[in-house]
């Protein structure tokens, strides 16, 4: 248990669907995070909040919609995928001790497989 | 950018201590070095830290050479369960720095 929580676990959806991946932190952090993994590549940083502020967007395509009501959610909405998104998407947050300064401690969740057909 | 370097993949037996060396030249006064561990289908997990010298926890220990171009993470008497991927991880000043490379494959036989 690592205090970040991501549902769901597993998510197959269609090129046209519309869904929602959801994390959760019980840390008390104040910066939350969005990775992906595919299969055999290196975690890629997709989105950055912090103090619910977006602060960094990796040049992630728009059909990639993320959403951070709270400093403990976290919300990436998904429409209109492609295959080539299927991947892990992981989750995580840190404190950030100094404004926008990071020491790189971050507490990832377990992640949702996403497939898209 | 504060680039990492690692070897793709090492091999251990159980019981044996392991060293897994990160290379990171372009290290910056403010960083600080980062390892997680990632098991399949999950998310990495911190093992530990450290900025300067030597740093210890109860499941690892990291060497730091005063330069700092370089770090070690050391694995005491590793067990089947510790076949993971290893990443190393240099923090930087702003989020877009914290970059994960391809990490080293770690796998221990009996």
């Known amino acids: 248990e690592t205090g970040v929580t991501q549902t769901p676990r597993h998510l197959v959806m269609g090129m046209t669907n519309k869904k929602s991946l959801k994390c959760e932190q019980h840390l008390g952090h104040n910066a939350m995070y969005w990775y992906k993994q595919s299969a055999k590549k290196p975690l890629e940083l997709m989105f950055v909040?912090?103090?619910?502020?977006?602060?960094e967007n990796n040049s992630v395509p728009s059909r990639f919609s993320p959403e951070c009501p709270n400093s403990s959610h976290l919300f990436l909405h998904l429409h209109t995928l492609q295959p080539e998104d299927s991947a892990l998407y992981l989750c995580a947050s840190s404190q950030d001790k100094t404004g926008r300064s990071n020491t790189g401690e971050l507490f990832f969740g377990e992640g949702s497989r996403l497939t898209v057909l | 950018l504060a680039k990492t370097t690692q070897p793709i993949s090492m091999d251990s037996y159980e019981g044996q201590e392991v060293n897994i060396t990160c290379s990171h030249n372009?290290?910056?006064?403010?960083?600080?070095i980062t390892w997680y561990q990632q098991f399949p289908s999950q998310g990495p997990r911190f093992i530990i830290q450290g900025y300067k010298t030597k740093v210890t926890n109860e499941v690892a220990s990291l060497f730091i050479p005063a330069d700092r171009k370089s770090s070690t993470l050391s694995l005491p008497r590793v067990s089947l369960s510790d076949t993971a991927v290893y990443y190393c991880?240099?923090?930087?000043?702003?989020?877009?720095?914290?970059?994960f490379g391809t990490g080293t494959r770690l796998l221990v036989s009996p």
């Open positions: 909040y912090s103090l619910e502020e977006r602060v």
């Open positions: 372009n290290i910056a006064t403010n960083d600080y």
């Open positions: 991880l240099v923090g930087d000043t702003g989020f877009q720095k914290l970059v």
